[in-house]
C-alpha cells in the first residue's frame, strides 16, 4: 500500500452514499487503524554485549477476519534513550523488519527502548519503555603521550586518562624504541601514574613512544 491508507474492513454493509457520511466513515476508519496499531507489543532485548543488541518485534495484535492487511505489510520504528525512561528518545530505526541489532551503542550504559508501528501514514503509539543495560568492554586506546619536558639526557612525558568502559584499569604501559628505530620497542613504564620521566638518554637521538 502507498499514499493514504485505507482501512480494509471485510464489511459487508454498505457506506453512505454521502460526502459527510462517507468522511465520517474513513474517520472512524482511521481511528479504528490507529488503535489496531497502538496494540504493538513491546520489544524483546536480548543478546545484549558492549556495544549491540538484538531487538525482537512482533506484529500487532489483530483480527484478520475483520481486517485485510497482512503482517508483512507493517513497518517499526525503534526509539532509544540514554537519558532515563522519560528523557529525550532519538529514532535508530525504521523500517519492516521484525529483527534488529542495534550497534555502535555505548558500554555500560542503560537504555530505554520503545517502539510504534506503522502502516503507509498512520502511526500507533509508542510502547512502554523497554530498559537494557549494556556490558563493559576493555578500555579505550589512550592517546600518544606528550613530552612535557626535556633535557639533554631526559625526558618528561604525560598522558590523559583513557575510558574504562566499565572493566577495570590496571596499569598504563609505556613502551619507547630504545632510539633504535620503531620495530624494537620494549616496556619501561608499568602502573596507574599518567606521567613518566625517563633518564639517561643519548643525547641528539631521536626516541618513539
Request: glycine share 6%; proline share 7%; no cysteine.
Given at each position: 500500500?502507498n499514499?493514504?491508507?485505507?482501512?480494509?474492513?471485510?464489511?459487508?454493509?454498505?457506506?453512505?452514499?454521502?460526502?459527510d457520511?462517507q468522511?465520517?466513515?474513513?474517520?472512524?476508519d482511521?481511528?479504528?487503524?490507529f488503535?489496531?496499531?497502538?496494540?504493538?507489543?513491546?520489544?524483546?532485548?536480548?543478546?545484549?554485549?558492549?556495544?549491540?543488541?538484538l531487538?525482537e518485534?512482533?506484529?500487532?495484535?489483530?483480527?484478520?477476519t475483520?481486517?485485510?492487511?497482512?503482517?508483512?505489510?507493517?513497518?517499526?520504528?525503534?526509539?532509544?534513550?540514554?537519558?532515563?525512561?522519560?528523557?529525550?528518545?532519538?529514532?535508530?530505526?525504521?523500517?519492516?523488519?521484525?529483527e534488529?541489532?542495534?550497534?555502535?551503542?555505548?558500554?555500560?550504559?542503560?537504555?530505554?527502548?520503545q517502539?510504534?508501528?506503522?502502516?503507509?501514514?498512520?502511526c500507533?503509539?509508542?510502547?512502554?519503555?523497554?530498559?537494557?543495560?549494556?556490558?563493559?568492554?576493555?578500555?579505550?586506546?589512550?592517546?600518544p603521550?606528550?613530552?612535557?619536558?626535556?633535557?639533554?639526557?631526559?625526558?618528561?612525558?604525560?598522558?590523559?586518562?583513557?575510558?574504562?568502559?566499565?572493566?577495570?584499569?590496571l596499569?598504563?604501559?609505556?613502551?619507547?624504541?630504545?632510539?633504535?628505530?620503531?620495530?624494537n620497542?620494549?616496556?619501561?613504564?608499568?602502573?596507574?601514574a599518567?606521567?613518566?620521566?625517563?633518564?639517561?638518554?643519548?643525547?641528539?637521538?631521536?626516541?618513539?613512544?
Open positions: 500500500m499514499g493514504t491508507s485505507e482501512v480494509r474492513r471485510q464489511d459487508p454493509a454498505s457506506s453512505s452514499s454521502s460526502n457520511g468522511e465520517l466513515d474513513e474517520e472512524e482511521r481511528k479504528a487503524l488503535e489496531l496499531l497502538s496494540q504493538m507489543a513491546q520489544p524483546k532485548v536480548s543478546n545484549v554485549d558492549a556495544r549491540s543488541a531487538i518485534l512482533s506484529p500487532p495484535e489483530y483480527s484478520q475483520e481486517y485485510d492487511i497482512s503482517p508483512n505489510e507493517f513497518n517499526y520504528e525503534l526509539f532509544l534513550s540514554e537519558k532515563g525512561p522519560e528523557g529525550r528518545y532519538k529514532s535508530v530505526y525504521k523500517g519492516e523488519a521484525t534488529i541489532t542495534l550497534k555502535d551503542l555505548k558500554p555500560v550504559t542503560e537504555y530505554y527502548l517502539v510504534r508501528a506503522l502502516l503507509d501514514d498512520i500507533g503509539r509508542q510502547t512502554e519503555p523497554v530498559p537494557f543495560k549494556t556490558h563493559s568492554a576493555e578500555p579505550d586506546t589512550p592517546l603521550p606528550k613530552l612535557t619536558n626535556r633535557t639533554k639526557n631526559s625526558m618528561q612525558l604525560k598522558w590523559n586518562s583513557t575510558a574504562d568502559n566499565g572493566s577495570k584499569l596499569s598504563y604501559s609505556l613502551e619507547y624504541d630504545q632510539g633504535l628505530g620503531e620495530s620497542f620494549v616496556e619501561i613504564y608499568s602502573g596507574l599518567k606521567q613518566y620521566k625517563l633518564p639517561h638518554l643519548t643525547a641528539s637521538t631521536a626516541y618513539n613512544f
